[in-house]
């Protein structure tokens, strides 16, 4: 497995959850980390990312909840999930761009969040 995620579970609305994506030893230097989430009948949507520098970009509903943020040294990726209500439920991958090796592009298998009203 080459993208770990885990951090996923259940969670009342209001509640916060940490969601963490490691690369493994395969994936030798990252150049970007991004978190994506996909709910039943919908498309999988962007929510944010972070460059290996630390610069950070977020979906503008995002912004304000949702923090990302970056451990270079475990080749980690977190997002921070605060104030969650039920339309966050989804399943949340993470997605790496690879500087070693070039350009490849590696996708987690998903972690489940579900929030209860």
């Known amino acids: 497995v080459q993208l770990q995620a885990s951090g996923g579970g259940l969670v009342q609305a209001g509640g916060s959850l940490r969601l963490s994506c490691t690369a493994s030893?395969?994936?030798?230097?990252?150049?970007?980390m991004r978190w994506y989430r996909q709910a039943p009948g919908k498309l999988r949507e962007f929510l944010a990312g972070?460059?290996?520098?630390?610069?950070?970009n977020y979906e503008d509903s995002m912004k304000g909840r949702f923090t990302i943020s970056i451990d270079n040294a475990k080749k980690t990726v977190y997002l921070q999930m605060n104030a969650l209500k039920p339309e966050d439920t989804a399943t949340y991958y993470c997605?790496?761009?690879?500087?070693?090796?070039?350009?490849?592009?590696?996708w987690g298998k998903g972690t489940q969040v579900t929030v209860s009203s």
């Open positions: 997605r790496a761009q690879a500087l070693i090796p070039p350009g490849a592009v590696y």
């Open positions: 030893e395969s994936i030798l230097s990252i150049n970007t």
């Open positions: 972070i460059t290996a520098g630390g610069q950070t």
